[in-house]
């Protein structure tokens, strides 16, 4: 069953980036299928694949769906045992593969693995996006394996062991596929930014594992769609980790934890201000009151999972007892092996 594993490419006028990197995809993956989800682009990234590389499959979604809706779409054309869910902006490896269909075959119970992730822009350092793995603390703020809010750890190999952790990088996200059909895939409530967090989530909720598995290396561009420093990230960011907590959370849990994060939350508003950065405070305000006037949508959300136990954060694997964000500012930790 190792060959059967498909890499699946989302793509939004992405032309410049598949120039960039789909050659290298298809050469590192061979003899595996490759697929491109197609989000509507406007470019002519479509005619660019057809004609340069006629033995990727096309899959045209018709309008924009955002991440979460574009790949729930073309899963549905996808049939082999596992998939990889992978950016337009990631540089594969010889091999890459290999280890992370070696990995689900050895871990019957393993929904979701990815590989160690690295920055390409600066290749020594792990990348923001999942690093080798990605945790979650008790207020539900994630880090990583590698990355703690926004410092970056250079990979010396402090993080090559294969462990389980709570949640996979979306920019390249290897998923058993019926499972991924399974829980219907990434909810597209919350478009772009944490709905692989979400879905990893539900997998553990549903019994399931998620892993790292550091054998196998990609590098990635990041902020290709939206940058680090754009305050529309920072709205996503903020509006979609309260989403994904009163989603997955019991629910007297989940409101507390909801007023503490409106402190918190708060809290990072003022620091954004007081660094000259008042859009990003702005965003924070309009995650919040997004937040609220979906919150009812968010509890009907619920009613699909609730075959699911909701417990605790500290019932998974991959959460930190404790606030992160308070040791990385207060206690001057910056790295994850600080925590762990």
């Known amino acids: 069953m190792k060959d059967s594993i498909a890499v699946a490419v989302l793509n939004w006028n992405g032309k410049t980036l598949l120039e960039r990197y789909l050659p290298g995809v298809i050469t590192h993956s061979k003899p595996h299928p490759i697929y491109v989800i197609d989000n509507n682009s406007s470019d002519d990234s479509v005619s660019y694949i057809t004609t340069n590389f006629p033995e990727v499959t096309v899959i045209q979604t018709g309008e924009n769906l955002g991440y979460a809706g574009g790949y729930n779409v073309g899963m549905k054309s996808i049939n082999e045992r596992y998939t990889v869910l992978l950016n337009s902006d990631v540089r594969t490896t010889p091999g890459w593969l290999n280890p992370i269909a070696d990995h689900f075959e050895e871990h019957p119970n393993c929904a979701a693995v990815q590989p160690k992730i690295l920055w390409d822009r600066s290749p020594e350092k792990f990348e923001y996006a999942g690093a080798s793995g990605g945790f979650m603390d008790s207020y539900g703020y994630p880090f990583c394996r590698g990355r703690v809010l926004h410092e970056l750890e250079n990979d010396i190999g402090q993080y090559n062991d ?60 990041g902020g290709a769609t939206l940058n680090a420093d754009s305050p529309q990230k920072t709205y996503l960011n903020f509006r979609n980790n309260l989403i994904i907590l009163v989603k997955n959370l019991p629910h007297f849990h989940a409101v507390g934890l909801v007023f503490l994060r409106l402190i918190l939350d708060g809290l990072a508003g003022i620091k954004f201000a007081v660094e000259g950065k008042p859009k990003h405070t702005l965003a924070i305000l309009k995650a919040h009151f997004a937040f609220y006037s979906m919150f009812t949508k968010v509890q009907r959300s619920r009613a699909g999972t609730t075959k699911f136990d909701f417990r605790g954060l500290q019932s998974f694997t991959g959460t930190y007892k404790g606030s992160m964000v308070w040791q990385f500012y207060v206690k001057g930790k910056k790295k994850f092996t600080d925590f762990y």
């Open 162 to 221: 294969p462990r389980q952790v709570f949640w996979a990088t979306g920019a390249c996200l290897a998923v058993r596929t019926e499972v991924f059909k399974e829980l219907k895939g990434l909810d597209p409530i919350l478009f772009a930014h944490m709905e692989e967090i979400d879905l990893c989530w539900r997998m553990q909720r549903a019994g399931y594992e998620v892993w790292v598995q550091p054998e196998s290396k990609v590098f990635h561009l």
